[in-house]
């Protein structure tokens, strides 16, 4: 768990300086940012390290393949891979409006703060990874804040993304099956009679199954 430090809708205290390091106003377009940020913070509940690297990393990354964060909506001609569930996953879906139910974004349960950004018209996909070091910039910079999430908050804002992140160029595959749009084939599993759709099953020996009777189910039936 971790703490809530900061409301960007209220409060007396600005929650991240104004006044930030020249780089990151002409690269990131710091109105935008902002604007960016509060929103994210809004839909996932508080200010934490997360939503400032997401939002960055997401701003960042929809730059690099060529495109600009919608002001309002959803992308439709981007599909994004996350590849941790943790805070700044909600930042990427409240910058880029990917999502899971779009199929827009994918979720690669990698454990990493990494993310790639695909533009679907050009196929330009590069993967951005976070630094570990700016675990440590945080310490060096504000050595005097005991609150390592405020620390590390006021370090993600006046880094510039260049050195938050590591860009890989990358090219990604997807199959016709993970795209958005209508569903593609429906099958019933042979064993426990549920359906399943957009290729999901498993062809064992001639017998279709759904993954959960092939490889075993996360739950455990309770009668
Ligand atoms: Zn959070
Ligand atoms: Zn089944």
């Not at 997401?54 to 600009?68: E, F, P, R, S």
């Not at 504000?142 to 804002?157: H, S």
């Not at 062809?203 to 279709?208: A, H, K």
């Amino acid at each position: 768990m971790h703490r809530g430090t900061g409301d960007l809708s209220g409060g007396g205290r600005a929650p991240f300086p104004l006044e930030t390091n020249e780089r990151f106003l002409i690269r990131e377009h710091v109105m935008n940012f902002e604007k960016l940020l509060e929103r994210s913070v809004k839909i996932h509940g508080h200010l934490c390290p997360g939503q400032v690297l997401g939002v960055k990393m997401a701003i960042w990354g929809m730059q690099l393949i060529g495109l600009d964060a919608p002001e309002a909506g959803r992308m439709k001609n981007m599909i994004v891979y996350v590849e941790m569930d943790r805070c700044a996953t909600d930042a990427i879906q409240s910058v880029t409006g990917c999502s899971l139910g779009h199929r827009t974004m994918k979720f690669l349960d990698y454990g990493k703060m990494a993310a790639t950004f695909v533009n679907l018209e050009n196929g330009k996909a590069v993967r951005l990874i976070a630094r570990e070091e700016t675990r440590e910039r945080a310490r060096e910079l504000f050595p005097d804040v005991e609150d390592r999430y405020e620390a590390q908050i006021q370090t993600y804002l006046i880094m510039p993304s260049e050195e938050l992140f590591d860009v890989m160029p990358v090219r990604v595959t997807i199959p016709p099956q993970d795209m958005p749009g209508r569903p593609m084939r429906r099958v019933q599993c042979n064993r426990c009679g549920e359906y399943v759709q957009d290729i999901r099953e498993v062809n064992r020996d001639g017998e279709i199954l759904c993954k959960a009777c092939a490889s075993g189910t996360y739950y455990e039936k309770n009668v």
